[in-house]
Each structure stands twice: as structure tokens, then as C-alpha cells.
T-cell receptor, first 109, second 114 residues
Framework: GQNIDQPTEMTATEGAIVQINCTYQTSGFNGLFWYQQHAGEAPTFLSYNVLDGLEEKGRFSSFLSRSKGYSYLLLKELQMKDSASYLCAGMDSNYQLIWGAGTKLIIKP | GAVVSQHPSWVICKSGTSVKIECRSLDFQATTMFWYRQFPKQSLMLMAT?????????EQGVEKDKFLINHASLTLSTLTVTSAHPEDSSFYIC??????????FGPGTRLTVL
């Protein structure tokens, strides 16, 4: 079956760094997505990885290891506005997104 | 670019009525659109995949006669919740596919059925 696992909740301090892990099992693989979702809003795209390695985009970076079925989202210099849910989604061979349950990130001052 | 709109953004209706939600890709053509439902504190649940000019493909457990989907053009898909009941109250989100690995989300529609 297809499955995406990520932690339910994480807490971090403003200004610090946090890493949100995601493991995936999909039927075929066409990439790994990370989305940010604030409460009551639709998800917004953060990153897409289809090759192994680290993709850096400002304060956010995303890493992929296809052999391990593993990805992480790294957030640096955390700001209070980064408090949100972070959704990991794998794209299967039919180009369908398989969604994780999301990681709620709580930022404390 | 790559903007997807939804209308209405929120709706309150009485039990037994039908509600139509529109999803539009404003600056690109989308042969495929997706409809999701999200209950509070839960992840997105794919309801159906909508392909322009053909019947929608529904996920297991989603009643196709209750959730009517019409993808009439390359920029518009509609979801009609027929005979809505309180348990249908949820956040409905559409997304539109531009390329195979590009999927853009609408802002969502919050449905409350009294």
C-alpha cells in the first residue's frame, strides 16, 4: 500500500532550526512535495524534490533520499509566522499526490 | 501565474439543500482538477479526480451521486454537494494540475450545514 509518515506535532523556539522528517511508500515515484498550511487556509507549495539531495530555498530547505524513502524539511531562523502544519506528499506513478497527516509546528518565543 | 480560485469562500446552508462550489484556474488550462475535503485537524482527503470532458473518478467511499463533479472546460470544475447534511460540513479544497508535477490549490470553501 501507499503510506506517508510524519510526526504529528513538533515544538521549536523562535530563531532556531527545526527538521521535519517524512518517510514514504508510494506505487512508483514522481517526486516528494512539502506544503505549508495555516489553520483555516488551503495548503501553499513549499518545495518539490525528485532527485536525491538538498534543495535550498531561502530559510527553507528540503532533502530527499529515494533509496531510503525519506525526506525532510529544514526550517532555519524560525519566525512566529512559521507556526503552521507542514504536509508531506509523495507523487505516485499516476501523478497522484499521497498525503501525510501533517506535522503541526508550534513556535515558542 | 498559476492562480486557482474557488467560489464561494464560505457558505452556510440548511440541511437538505444543494450547494455548488466552483474551481477555476485563472491563468492556465488544467486538464485535471482534484477535489479534496479536510475535516478539522486532519489531512487532506482526496474525494475525486476531475478530467475535462469526461466523468470524474471518485475515491473509495465517496458517493458520486451525492458529490456531483462537472469539469466543463479547461479552466472550470464544479462540485455540487446534493442534499447536504451536517456531517458534510467541512473545508473543501480544489487543486488544478498545470504540468504533471505542478498542482496548485484554490483557497478552499468552508461549508457549514445547519
Amino acid at each position: 500500500g501507499q503510506n506517508i509518515d510524519q510526526p504529528t506535532e513538533m515544538t521549536a523556539t523562535e530563531g532556531a532550526i527545526v527538521q521535519i522528517n517524512c518517510t514514504y511508500q508510494t506505487s512508483g515515484f514522481n517526486g516528494l512535495f512539502w506544503y505549508q498550511q495555516h489553520a483555516g487556509e488551503a495548503p501553499t507549495f513549499l518545495s518539490y524534490n525528485v532527485l536525491d539531495g538538498l534543495e535550498e530555498k531561502g530559510r527553507f530547505s528540503s532533502f530527499l533520499s529515494r533509496s531510503k524513502g525519506y525526506s525532510y524539511l529544514l526550517l532555519k531562523e524560525l519566525q512566529m509566522k512559521d507556526s503552521a502544519s507542514y504536509l508531506c506528499a509523495g507523487m505516485d506513478s499516476n501523478y497522484q499526490l499521497i498525503w501525510g497527516a501533517g506535522t503541526k509546528l508550534i513556535i515558542k518565543p | 501565474g498559476a492562480v486557482v480560485s474557488q467560489h464561494p469562500s464560505w457558505v452556510i446552508c440548511k440541511s437538505g439543500t444543494s450547494v455548488k462550489i466552483e474551481c477555476r484556474s485563472l491563468d492556465f488550462q488544467a486538464t485535471t482538477m482534484f477535489w479534496y475535503r479536510q475535516f478539522p485537524k486532519q489531512s487532506l482527503m482526496l474525494m475525486a479526480t476531475s478530467n475535462e470532458g469526461s466523468k470524474a473518478t471518485y475515491e473509495q467511499g465517496v458517493e458520486k451521486d451525492k458529490f456531483l463533479i462537472n469539469h466543463a472546460s479547461l479552466t472550470l470544475s464544479t462540485l455540487t454537494v446534493t442534499s447536504a447534511h451536517p456531517e458534510d460540513s467541512s473545508f473543501y479544497i480544489c487543486s488544478a494540475r498545470r504540468l504533471e508535477n505542478e498542482q496548485f490549490f484554490g483557497p478552499g470553501t468552508r461549508l457549514t450545514v445547519l
